[in-house]
Protein backbone atom coordinates (compact mmCIF):
# COMPACT_ATOMS: atom_id res chain seq x y z
CA UNK A 1 0.00 0.00 0.00
CA UNK A 2 3.21 2.02 1.12
CA UNK A 3 4.83 1.69 -2.03
CA UNK A 4 1.81 2.06 -4.58
CA UNK A 5 1.18 5.35 -2.78
CA UNK A 6 4.52 6.61 -3.19
CA UNK A 7 4.74 5.75 -6.90
CA UNK A 8 0.75 7.17 -7.32
CA UNK A 9 2.90 10.50 -5.57
CA UNK A 10 6.20 10.27 -7.90
CA UNK A 11 3.73 10.18 -11.02
CA UNK A 12 2.02 13.16 -9.62
CA UNK A 13 5.03 15.02 -8.69
CA UNK A 14 6.24 14.09 -12.31
CA UNK A 15 2.90 15.10 -14.46
CA UNK A 16 3.09 18.27 -12.15
CA UNK A 17 6.66 19.09 -13.34
CA UNK A 18 5.53 18.65 -17.00
CA UNK A 19 2.71 21.46 -16.41
CA UNK A 20 5.25 23.77 -14.70
CA UNK A 21 7.84 23.04 -17.30
CA UNK A 22 5.39 24.41 -19.91
CA UNK A 23 4.30 27.74 -18.21
CA UNK A 24 8.06 28.22 -17.05
CA UNK A 25 9.18 29.00 -20.73
CA UNK A 26 5.92 29.94 -22.27
CA UNK A 27 4.85 33.41 -23.07
CA UNK A 28 5.44 36.27 -25.60
CA UNK A 29 9.59 36.31 -24.65
CA UNK A 30 9.68 32.11 -24.38
CA UNK A 31 12.70 30.15 -25.42
CA UNK A 32 10.13 28.64 -27.30
CA UNK A 33 9.01 31.10 -29.69
CA UNK A 34 12.38 33.03 -29.85
CA UNK A 35 14.53 29.62 -30.16
CA UNK A 36 12.31 26.54 -30.89
CA UNK A 37 10.18 28.42 -33.70
CA UNK A 38 13.21 30.11 -35.67
CA UNK A 39 15.98 27.79 -34.91
CA UNK A 40 13.83 23.86 -34.89
CA UNK A 41 11.20 25.29 -37.79
CA UNK A 42 11.81 27.88 -39.74
CA UNK A 43 16.00 27.18 -40.04
CA UNK A 44 15.40 23.25 -41.31
CA UNK A 45 12.84 24.58 -43.94
CA UNK A 46 14.79 27.62 -44.97
CA UNK A 47 17.86 25.66 -46.03
CA UNK A 48 16.07 22.72 -47.06
CA UNK A 49 13.79 24.57 -49.45
CA UNK A 50 17.09 26.47 -50.67
CA UNK A 51 19.12 23.75 -51.23
CA UNK A 52 16.54 22.24 -53.41
CA UNK A 53 15.83 25.42 -55.06
CA UNK A 54 19.21 25.81 -55.94
CA UNK A 55 19.56 22.15 -57.38
CA UNK A 56 16.32 22.29 -59.27
CA UNK A 57 17.69 25.46 -60.95
CA UNK A 58 20.84 23.56 -62.08
CA UNK A 59 19.19 20.70 -63.19
CA UNK A 60 16.46 22.49 -65.58
CA UNK A 61 19.88 24.48 -66.94
CA UNK A 62 21.19 23.24 -70.40
CA UNK A 63 24.66 22.17 -70.50
CA UNK A 64 27.94 20.03 -68.89
CA UNK A 65 25.94 20.34 -65.47
CA UNK A 66 24.74 17.10 -63.51
CA UNK A 67 22.92 17.21 -61.08
CA UNK A 68 22.44 13.78 -58.66
CA UNK A 69 18.70 12.88 -57.90
CA UNK A 70 18.09 12.65 -54.26
CA UNK A 71 16.85 9.59 -52.97
CA UNK A 72 14.74 9.39 -49.63
CA UNK A 73 17.56 8.69 -47.32
CA UNK A 74 19.16 11.90 -47.78
CA UNK A 75 15.90 14.08 -48.43
CA UNK A 76 15.47 15.42 -44.68
CA UNK A 77 19.40 15.38 -43.18
CA UNK A 78 18.22 19.28 -42.31
CA UNK A 79 15.60 18.20 -40.16
CA UNK A 80 17.96 15.71 -38.48
CA UNK A 81 20.26 18.01 -37.91
CA UNK A 82 18.43 21.27 -37.03
CA UNK A 83 15.26 20.19 -35.49
CA UNK A 84 16.81 17.54 -33.28
CA UNK A 85 19.81 19.78 -31.91
CA UNK A 86 18.17 22.79 -31.51
CA UNK A 87 15.55 21.07 -28.95
CA UNK A 88 18.12 19.33 -27.48
CA UNK A 89 20.06 22.68 -26.90
CA UNK A 90 16.65 23.97 -25.59
CA UNK A 91 16.30 21.28 -23.03
CA UNK A 92 20.26 21.61 -21.98
CA UNK A 93 19.47 25.17 -20.88
CA UNK A 94 16.28 24.62 -19.34
CA UNK A 95 17.74 21.92 -17.35
CA UNK A 96 20.74 24.00 -16.16
CA UNK A 97 18.67 27.49 -15.49
CA UNK A 98 16.46 25.50 -14.03
CA UNK A 99 18.44 24.53 -10.64
CA UNK A 100 20.00 28.25 -10.31
CA UNK A 101 18.84 31.16 -8.44
CA UNK A 102 15.47 31.65 -7.23
CA UNK A 103 14.03 28.83 -10.02
CA UNK A 104 16.54 26.16 -8.59
CA UNK A 105 15.47 27.15 -4.80
CA UNK A 106 11.75 26.73 -5.26
CA UNK A 107 11.92 23.90 -7.33
CA UNK A 108 14.38 22.15 -4.80
CA UNK A 109 10.98 22.62 -2.61
CA UNK A 110 8.49 21.27 -4.29
CA UNK A 111 10.54 18.28 -6.43
CA UNK A 112 12.61 16.96 -3.24
CA UNK A 113 13.21 13.98 -5.66
CA UNK A 114 15.70 15.46 -7.65
CA UNK A 115 15.62 12.83 -10.44
CA UNK A 116 11.53 13.85 -10.77
CA UNK A 117 12.14 17.67 -12.16
CA UNK A 118 14.42 16.11 -14.92
CA UNK A 119 11.87 13.97 -15.94
CA UNK A 120 9.74 15.93 -16.23
CA UNK A 121 12.02 17.83 -18.54
CA UNK A 122 12.71 15.44 -20.24
CA UNK A 123 8.89 14.33 -21.25
CA UNK A 124 8.00 17.72 -22.11
CA UNK A 125 10.94 18.68 -24.28
CA UNK A 126 11.26 15.26 -25.59
CA UNK A 127 7.30 15.22 -26.71
CA UNK A 128 7.88 18.42 -28.37
CA UNK A 129 10.45 17.63 -30.27
CA UNK A 130 9.17 14.11 -31.11
CA UNK A 131 6.17 16.00 -32.45
CA UNK A 132 8.16 18.85 -34.03
CA UNK A 133 10.92 16.86 -36.01
CA UNK A 134 7.37 14.00 -37.20
CA UNK A 135 5.67 16.75 -38.56
CA UNK A 136 8.89 18.62 -40.47
CA UNK A 137 10.02 15.19 -41.74
CA UNK A 138 6.26 14.91 -43.23
CA UNK A 139 6.32 17.84 -44.66
CA UNK A 140 9.33 17.82 -46.41
CA UNK A 141 9.55 14.38 -47.66
CA UNK A 142 5.52 15.27 -49.28
CA UNK A 143 6.48 19.03 -50.42
CA UNK A 144 10.22 17.74 -51.51
CA UNK A 145 8.78 15.81 -54.65
CA UNK A 146 5.85 18.20 -56.09
CA UNK A 147 7.86 21.56 -56.16
CA UNK A 148 11.30 20.10 -57.14
CA UNK A 149 10.41 17.26 -59.62
CA UNK A 150 14.41 17.03 -61.36
CA UNK A 151 16.06 16.65 -58.33
CA UNK A 152 13.53 15.24 -55.93
CA UNK A 153 11.35 13.07 -57.91
CA UNK A 154 12.53 9.78 -56.10
CA UNK A 155 11.30 10.98 -52.51
CA UNK A 156 8.94 8.76 -51.48
CA UNK A 157 7.04 9.49 -48.38
CA UNK A 158 5.11 6.09 -48.44
CA UNK A 159 8.67 4.14 -48.84
CA UNK A 160 10.23 1.65 -46.50
CA UNK A 161 12.91 4.51 -46.03
CA UNK A 162 9.84 7.38 -45.48
CA UNK A 163 8.11 5.45 -42.87
CA UNK A 164 10.94 5.08 -41.13
CA UNK A 165 12.59 8.59 -41.08
CA UNK A 166 8.94 9.61 -39.61
CA UNK A 167 8.97 6.86 -37.21
CA UNK A 168 12.76 7.17 -36.28
CA UNK A 169 13.14 10.52 -36.03
CA UNK A 170 10.86 11.75 -33.24
CA UNK A 171 12.85 8.43 -31.04
CA UNK A 172 15.94 10.24 -31.89
CA UNK A 173 14.69 13.51 -30.91
CA UNK A 174 13.74 12.40 -27.49
CA UNK A 175 16.59 10.50 -27.02
CA UNK A 176 18.86 13.34 -28.01
CA UNK A 177 16.91 15.86 -25.38
CA UNK A 178 17.56 13.23 -23.34
CA UNK A 179 21.25 13.14 -23.63
CA UNK A 180 21.03 17.23 -23.81
CA UNK A 181 18.94 17.28 -20.33
CA UNK A 182 21.94 14.40 -18.65
CA UNK A 183 24.71 16.56 -19.93
CA UNK A 184 23.25 19.77 -18.17
CA UNK A 185 22.71 17.92 -14.76
CA UNK A 186 26.11 16.83 -14.88
CA UNK A 187 27.67 20.33 -15.81
CA UNK A 188 25.31 22.47 -14.17
CA UNK A 189 25.80 25.54 -15.53
CA UNK A 190 23.43 26.90 -18.86
CA UNK A 191 26.47 28.21 -20.84
CA UNK A 192 28.55 25.02 -20.21
CA UNK A 193 25.76 22.69 -20.86
CA UNK A 194 25.34 24.12 -24.18
CA UNK A 195 29.05 24.15 -25.38
CA UNK A 196 29.66 20.43 -24.19
CA UNK A 197 26.52 19.65 -26.37
CA UNK A 198 27.06 21.32 -29.34
CA UNK A 199 30.84 20.70 -28.66
CA UNK A 200 30.54 17.12 -28.51
CA UNK A 201 28.05 17.12 -31.08
CA UNK A 202 29.60 18.85 -33.75
CA UNK A 203 33.44 18.49 -32.80
CA UNK A 204 34.21 15.34 -30.64
CA UNK A 205 31.91 12.76 -32.56
CA UNK A 206 33.90 14.36 -36.16
CA UNK A 207 37.18 14.87 -35.30
CA UNK A 208 37.65 11.93 -33.17
CA UNK A 209 38.27 9.87 -36.72
CA UNK A 210 41.62 11.65 -36.87
CA UNK A 211 42.71 10.13 -34.28
CA UNK A 212 44.58 6.42 -34.29
CA UNK A 213 41.97 3.85 -33.89
CA UNK A 214 39.71 7.03 -34.67
CA UNK A 215 36.70 5.21 -37.19
CA UNK A 216 36.50 2.61 -34.67
CA UNK A 217 35.76 5.25 -31.70
CA UNK A 218 33.62 7.22 -33.84
CA UNK A 219 31.34 3.85 -34.44
CA UNK A 220 30.26 4.48 -30.90
CA UNK A 221 29.29 7.90 -30.68
CA UNK A 222 25.61 8.31 -29.65
CA UNK A 223 24.52 11.87 -31.99
CA UNK A 224 25.75 9.59 -34.84
CA UNK A 225 24.48 6.16 -34.06
CA UNK A 226 21.71 8.12 -33.58
CA UNK A 227 21.45 9.43 -37.13
CA UNK A 228 22.44 6.58 -38.45
CA UNK A 229 19.54 5.06 -36.92
CA UNK A 230 16.74 6.77 -38.61
CA UNK A 231 18.16 5.65 -41.92
CA UNK A 232 20.09 8.41 -43.39
CA UNK A 233 22.81 7.68 -45.13
CA UNK A 234 26.35 8.76 -43.59
CA UNK A 235 30.12 7.83 -44.74
CA UNK A 236 29.67 6.19 -41.11
CA UNK A 237 29.46 2.28 -40.50
CA UNK A 238 28.92 1.17 -36.42
CA UNK A 239 29.68 -1.94 -35.18
CA UNK A 240 25.68 -2.51 -35.87
CA UNK A 241 22.88 -1.92 -37.97
CA UNK A 242 20.61 1.16 -37.98
CA UNK A 243 18.20 -0.09 -35.45
CA UNK A 244 21.00 -1.02 -33.17
CA UNK A 245 22.56 2.38 -33.91
CA UNK A 246 19.07 3.83 -32.06
CA UNK A 247 18.97 1.65 -29.49
CA UNK A 248 22.13 2.34 -28.13
CA UNK A 249 21.63 6.16 -28.77
CA UNK A 250 18.93 5.44 -26.34
CA UNK A 251 21.17 3.41 -23.99
CA UNK A 252 23.55 6.48 -23.83
CA UNK A 253 20.85 8.92 -23.26
CA UNK A 254 19.22 6.43 -20.34
CA UNK A 255 22.80 6.27 -18.81
CA UNK A 256 23.60 10.26 -19.13
CA UNK A 257 20.23 10.99 -17.05
CA UNK A 258 21.07 8.52 -14.68
CA UNK A 259 24.66 9.73 -14.09
CA UNK A 260 22.95 13.30 -13.68
CA UNK A 261 19.92 12.62 -11.82
CA UNK A 262 23.03 11.09 -9.26
CA UNK A 263 25.00 14.76 -9.12
CA UNK A 264 21.61 16.58 -9.04
CA UNK A 265 21.00 14.59 -5.66
CA UNK A 266 25.05 15.33 -4.57
CA UNK A 267 24.63 18.98 -5.20
CA UNK A 268 21.18 18.82 -3.48
CA UNK A 269 22.58 17.49 -0.32
CA UNK A 270 26.00 19.94 -0.23
CA UNK A 271 23.62 22.55 -0.74
CA UNK A 272 20.98 21.48 2.08
CA UNK A 273 24.11 20.28 4.44
CA UNK A 274 25.83 24.15 3.51
CA UNK A 275 22.40 26.37 3.72
CA UNK A 276 21.39 27.87 7.55
CA UNK A 277 18.24 28.26 6.46
CA UNK A 278 15.25 28.38 3.62
CA UNK A 279 15.76 31.51 1.14
CA UNK A 280 13.39 33.93 0.20
CA UNK A 281 11.91 31.97 -2.86
CA UNK A 282 11.66 28.77 -0.33
CA UNK A 283 10.15 30.56 2.23
CA UNK A 284 7.38 32.33 0.06
CA UNK A 285 6.39 28.69 -1.96
CA UNK A 286 5.90 27.32 1.62
CA UNK A 287 3.78 30.06 2.29
CA UNK A 288 2.03 29.91 -0.34
CA UNK A 289 1.56 25.93 -0.12
CA UNK A 290 0.31 26.70 3.52
CA UNK A 291 -2.27 29.56 2.26
CA UNK A 292 -3.61 26.85 -0.04
CA UNK A 293 -4.23 23.87 1.92
CA UNK A 294 -5.79 26.53 5.17
CA UNK A 295 -8.21 27.72 2.57
CA UNK A 296 -8.86 24.50 1.31
Not at 59 to 68: C, L, N
Not at 72 to 86: A, H
Not at 185 to 197: D, E, F, N
Request: aromatic share 10%; net charge positive; with cysteine.
Amino acid sequence: MTAGFRGHAVIAQVWRGVRAETVRVGGVRSILLFAAVPGAVVLPLIVTLGVATVAERFASMPGSIQVTSVTTTNSVYWVITFTVMVWAVIAAYAQATAERGGVGDTARFLFPRRWTGAMSRWIAYGVAAAACSAVLVTVVMAALPSLYPKVYGGVDISSPEGIRFIVTVPMYAIFAVGIGIGIAAIVGHPAGAVVGLLGWTYVIENAISLLPNGYTAQGYMPFLNGIYGTGQELAFTPPWGPSGGLVYCGGVAVVLFVVGCVFLAMRGRVRSIGSRGPTSAVRGAAATSHTARSSG
